[in-house]
C-alpha cells in the first residue's frame, strides 16, 4: 500500500477517533451536572482560552461564567474555582478527595519522577516526605533558630547596598533580593555560602528559570496525548530533557559537596544530611527522593521570596504616604540600633500589613498548584468527577469585591485590625494555598521577607530613577511558578540620615 493510501486510512482512523470521543464526551455532560463554563473549540477545547497569563484570563471568564468554571483543555476536563465559597469546598471540605497532582510530562521530569513534596500524588510516600521536610527544617523550633543565618545574609544585602549607592546609578532590587533569598536557603539547607554574583549562583539562576518555565510550560502530549510527536518535532522534549540534565548533574554535584564535609554532629543535622542517613540505612526512601525534596526547598524558597520583596518595594515606591508611613514605623521601634532584628518584628505591625497586601495583590503563585481528584464532589450543586483538573485562582479570589474593599488598589490599612491571614484558615486570603497542599514554608518564607523588607525601609530612602514618575514602573508581570516583574526593579537609594 503507497504512503498516499496509507496517509488516508490514518485520517480517516483520526477521524472516527475523534467522532467517538466527542460522542463519548456528550453522553458524560448530559449524565453528570458538570458547571458552566466557555464553549470550546474541537479538538483543543478551551486551550486558546488561556492566554499569557492564565490568571487574569481565567479570571475574565470567571466573571462570565461563575466562581465554579468547567473548562475542556484538550482531552483533559478541568473546573477553575474563583471564589472563596468554591476554594473552601475543594481545600477544605472536600481535601481529602481534591489534593493529589495530575501526571504532566514536565513535573516527572522536574520532580525526579514524582519523587518530591510538591508535584507527587497524594498517598503514603507523599505523607513521609512531608512529615521529613517539616520535622527536618519547617517547624517552628527549628524556623525560629535559623534566625542567625537569616539576620546576616540581610546585613550582608544592606551592606552592599551602602557600597553601591551612587548619585545616578539606581539599584537593582531583582538582583538583590534573589541573591538574598538564594544564599539564606543555601547557608541553611546545603551549609555554604554562595558568592553574590558567582559562577554557582549564576548556574542556579539559570537552572531554576529554565526548570520554573517547563513547568508551567506547554506540552501537547498532555493535553492530546496522541500528538505528542510536536513536542519532539518542535524540540521542546529534548529541551526538557537537556534541563533535566543539568538538574541531575547540580544535585549530584552539590549532595556530594555536602556528603564530604562529613558526618555532622547530631545538633547540626539538617534535612540533607538525614535523609542521606535515612537512604543508606533504609530502604523506604531513594536518591530519587533526596534530590526531589532539595529541588523543591532550592526552587520554591527562593523565588517566592524574592517575588515577595520585589512587589512590596514597587508598590511602596509608588504609593509615597504609605512608604512614609512603614518607614517611621520601623525607624520609631527600632531606633539608633543601626539595623533591624527579628526581636523587632512583632511591633512592626504597619510593615506587617505591607507584607500582607503585598501578599493579596501579588500572590507569588497566582494559581495555585493544580490538583486532580481522586473521587466524586459536589461543589455548588456540580459535580466534579475523578481524574479531573482543579484550577484555584488565589489571584482572583483576592481581588473578589464580595470581600475587598477598593480591591484593585495597594492599602495596607485594611490588614490593621484585621484577623484575616495567610495561614490557611481564611479562603479569601489563600497566597499559600490551604489544606493538605498548602505551602508548608509559610513561616519560613514570611520571616525572611519581613526582616529584608524592614532593613530595606529603616537603612535607606528610596524613589524612582531620574526621569521616572511613580507610575514609571513597569508593574508588567513575568512568566513562571512565581510570577514577578517582568522587568527588573532599579530604584533610586539613599542613606536615612541617621547613616550620613
Known sequence: MDACYQLVLLLLALLGFLALEKAKKKSQIKKH?????????????????????????????????????????????AVVVSSAEAAEAVLKTHDRDSCSRPALIAWKQISCNFSDVVFSPYGASWRELKKILMVKLLCTRKV???????????????????????PLEPVNLSELVQSLSNSI??????????????????????????????????????????????????????????????MEAFCQE????????????????????????????????????????????????????????????????????????AQEEVRSVVGEKGKVEETDIPQLIYLKSVVKETLRLHPPAPILVPR?????????????????????????????????????????????DNPVDFKGQDFQFIPFGAGRRICPGTSFAVMAVELALANLLYAFNWDVPAGMGEEGIDMAEGVGLAVRLKTALRLKASLYTQFK
Not at 530519587?288 to 521570596?305: E, R
Request: aromatic share 8%; charged share 30%; hydrophobic share 40%.
Open 254 to 325: 552539590i549532595l556530594g559537596a555536602h556528603a564530604d564535609r562529613g558526618k555532622p554532629r547530631d545538633d547540626e543535622e539538617g534535612i540533607i544530611d538525614f535523609m542521606l542517613r535515612r537512604q543508606k540505612d533504609k530502604s523506604d526512601l531513594t536518591m530519587d527522593n533526596v534530590k526531589g525534596v532539595l529541588l523543591n526547598i532550592l526552587f520554591a524558597a527562593t523565588d517566592t521570596s524574592a517575588a515577595t520583596l520585589e512587589y512590596a518595594m514597587a508598590e511602596l515606591v509608588r504609593n509615597p504616604r504609605t512608604m512614609s508611613k
Open 185 to 246: 536557603i543555601c547557608r541553611i539547607v546545603l551549609c555554604r555560602k554562595l558568592e553574590v554574583g558567582g559562577s554557582l549562583e549564576n548556574r542556579f539562576n539559570r537552572i531554576l528559570q529554565e526548570a520554573e518555565a517547563f513547568a508551567i510550560g506547554f506540552f501537547i502530549a498532555d493535553y492530546i496525548p496522541w500528538a505528542g510527536w510536536v513536542d519532539k518535532l518542535t524540540g521542546k522534549q529534548a529541551a526538557l530533557e537537556k534541563t533535566h540534565a543539568e
Open 33 to 77: 451536572r458538570l458547571p458552566p463554563g466557555p464553549r470550546g473549540l474541537p479538538l483543543i477545547g478551551n486551550l486558546h482560552q488561556l492566554g499569557k497569563h492564565p490568571h487574569r484570563a481565567l479570571a475574565k471568564l470567571s466573571k462570565l461564567h461563575g466562581p465554579v468554571m468547567y473548562l475542556q483543555l484538550g482531552r483533559v476536563p
Open 144 to 166: 525560629e533558630g535559623f534566625r542567625r543565618v537569616r539576620e546576616e545574609e540581610v546585613e550582608r544585602m544592606t551592606s552592599s547596598i551602602f557600597s553601591r549607592i551612587a
Open 372 to 416: 486532580e481528584t481522586t473521587g466524586q464532589i459536589t461543589i455548588n450543586d456540580c459535580e466534579i468527577l475523578p481524574k479531573m483538573r482543579l484550577i484555584v485562582n488565589a489571584w482572583a479570589i483576592g481581588r473578589d469585591p464580595h470581600f475587598w474593599e477598593r480591591p484593585d488598589e495597594f492599602l495596607p490599612e485594611r490588614f490593621v
